[in-house]
């Protein structure tokens, strides 16, 4: 009698959701061939630890998502390293960058995200960078001297992030803020406003409603970056820290459903046969919203990973949808936003402000649920807040007294964990 052979599992990328669902393939394929192909030339690590290698609290290999240098060969799992550049999915093959044919019995597509290029003259000089992978950190870290000159454009969740690291080497920071709201994709106006003023006590400059118009090179030496506003700021080093895209182009030909990310049911199966996708490019259903979007946090692309991995493995698992949560650290003010932050039309809301201590907090509610928050300088006690917009729960006459108070919602979560019990 012939002996099967072993299941080909492919993955295409090495960050959290491709680690995940190797380690996961393994435990429950203990024959299958797993090849896992990692886009960087580092050992598979963690992006949002970043920034705490540019801040000096860690060195690159404490961004390591595992730090046994033996750990995937000791569990058979293979590394490759090279960049997905078309999928045969008829032929079961991806075709990589440099040409490489990869077959597959199921394939994992977990490549990630990349950094939004901004489209002004001169964004491709040198002392121009991002801040996504080590490599740009550790440039960035060859470039920062005490006194540096940085000009960033963008105060979103990645621009935000990484002030610290530039501020703690001794950088002149000027921050230019498009709309004039910093990390208006998490978090309301009253929210970012104060982050705002938080980040100018701590010394750094905003442009408010100012962008980029074109990048020079200084005549004696470094950058001038003309503004949208006519000015120009001399710079030493400039940082494009717009947004991301999903790792979707190279699917352009491929028969693969794609919006904002790659279209998944919930075991993260696209529309063909045998091929799975999870993370940043995932476009998945919100379990608050019941909307499909793409929620690129790190946790979720764990989840995702592991249930993805679950059902390659013929364990039929369901994924029950991701949340929009983020909490962010900005020069030490921390803020953080779950759910429906910004409310639903017909939802009821409340807010408290203190201004004197950096505290603000507003719950959004829609009938007899929380459905959405944001927070800032309220650290404890954040698990209970998204329990009760991830739960559902019914509030009863517990939602009077969080509009009457909002700083109640421990209170909240301990009443509903008690009435289920």
Request: net charge neutral.
């Amino acid at each position: 009698m012939t002996a099967s052979k072993p299941t080909v599992y492919l993955i295409l990328g090495a960050g959290a959701a491709g680690v995940t669902a190797a380690e996961t393939l393994r435990k429950n394929d203990r024959d299958a061939e797993i090849i896992m192909v990692n886009g960087e030339a580092e050992p598979p690590y963690a992006r949002m630890a970043i920034p705490y290698v540019l801040s000096g609290k860690i060195d690159t290999s404490g961004t390591f998502l595992r730090h046994d240098p033996a750990h995937y060969e000791s569990l058979g799992i293979k590394l490759v390293q090279g960049r997905a550049a078309a999928l045969d999915a008829r032929a079961r093959q991806v075709r990589l960058a440099d040409g490489t044919t990869l077959g597959y019995d199921k394939l994992l597509i977990a490549t990630g995200s990349h950094p939004s290029q901004e489209k002004v003259p001169g964004i491709d000089l040198l002392g121009v960078h991002t801040c996504w992978t080590l490599a740009d950190t550790r440039a960035i870290v060859d470039s920062i001297k005490p006194g540096s000159r940085v000009v960033q454009m963008g105060a979103g969740f990645v621009g935000c992030i990484i002030m610290e690291g530039l501020v703690k080497r001794g950088a002149q920071l000027t921050v230019m803020v498009r709309s004039g709201l910093m990390v208006s994709r998490m978090i309301n106006p009253a929210a970012g406003n104060m982050i705002r003023r938080w980040c100018e006590t701590k010394g750094v400059r905003i442009l408010a409603k100012t962008q980029t118009a074109r990048i020079d090179a200084a005549p004696g030496g470094g950058l001038a970056i003309t503004t949208s506003t006519g000015d120009v700021l001399p710079a030493d080093l400039y940082l494009s820290a717009v947004g991301v895209k999903p790792n979707i182009e190279w699917l352009a030909e491929s028969g693969i459903a794609i919006d904002s990310g790659i279209l998944v049911d919930d075991a993260m199966q696209t529309c063909l046969p045998g091929v799975y996708a999870a993370g940043d490019v995932a476009e998945s259903v919100d379990c608050v919203t019941g909307k499909r979007q793409v929620n690129a946090i790190q946790p979720n692309a764990v989840e995702q990973g592991r249930i993805a991995a679950l059902n390659m493995a013929g364990r039929e698992t369901s994924f029950r949808g991701s949340l929009a949560f983020n909490v962010l650290d900005t020069l030490g003010l921390v803020s953080s936003s779950f759910g429906e932050w910004a409310g639903a039309p017909g939802g009821e809301s409340a807010e408290l402000i203190d201004e004197a201590n950096w505290r603000y907090l507003r719950l959004e509610f829609l009938g007899e649920r929380l459905i959405g928050a944001n927070a800032v300088s309220f650290t404890d006690h954040l698990g209970a807040l998204r329990g009760l917009i991830e739960r559902k729960v019914n509030l009863g006459p517990w939602k009077q007294r969080l509009l009457d108070n909002p700083s109640r919602f421990m209170e909240a979560y301990l009443a509903a964990v008690q009435k289920a019990a």
